[in-house]
């Protein structure tokens, strides 16, 4: 069983920056393939950006890609998202989320993730 806790949302600016934080509990975090989604209102779940056990594979959806960076440090359990250039659409609660089945794999569908944190409110104001 893994543990997911979110931390550093917040309120900002448009193009401002924020980074968030993704603490997990568990010895085998470094097994994980880690991502991160997000949902606005009134909108579905989406994939943002997702990292492979060792951190030198990621992937990024393309209204983030150039903007947002996802990295990991397995010594310290932890995933970060790294928001830079925030725009009014990037409001959303995002998630972060871990899949064991092939820690070298980046999935891209919420389904195919097994454990979820509670999320963090972004708020970007215009």
């Known amino acids: 069983q893994v543990q997911l806790v979110e931390s550093g949302g917040g309120l900002v600016q448009a193009g401002g920056s924020l980074r968030l934080s993704c603490a997990a509990s568990?010895?085998?975090?470094?097994?994980?393939?880690m991502g991160w989604f997000r949902q606005g209102p009134g909108e579905e779940r989406e994939f943002v950006a997702g990292i492979n056990w060792s951190g030198l594979g990621t992937y990024y959806a393309g209204s983030v890609k150039g903007r947002f960076t996802i990295s990991r440090d397995n010594a310290k359990n932890t995933v970060y998202l790294q928001m830079n250039s925030l725009k009014p659409e990037d409001t959303a609660v995002y998630c972060c989320?871990?899949?064991?089945?092939?820690?070298?794999?980046?999935?891209?569908?919420?389904?195919?993730?097994?454990?979820w944190g509670q999320g963090t409110q972004v708020t970007v104001s215009s």
């Open positions: 989320a871990a899949v064991s089945r092939s820690a070298n794999y980046i999935y891209t569908q919420h389904y195919e993730y097994d454990y």
């Open positions: 568990g010895r085998t975090f470094s097994t994980y393939t």
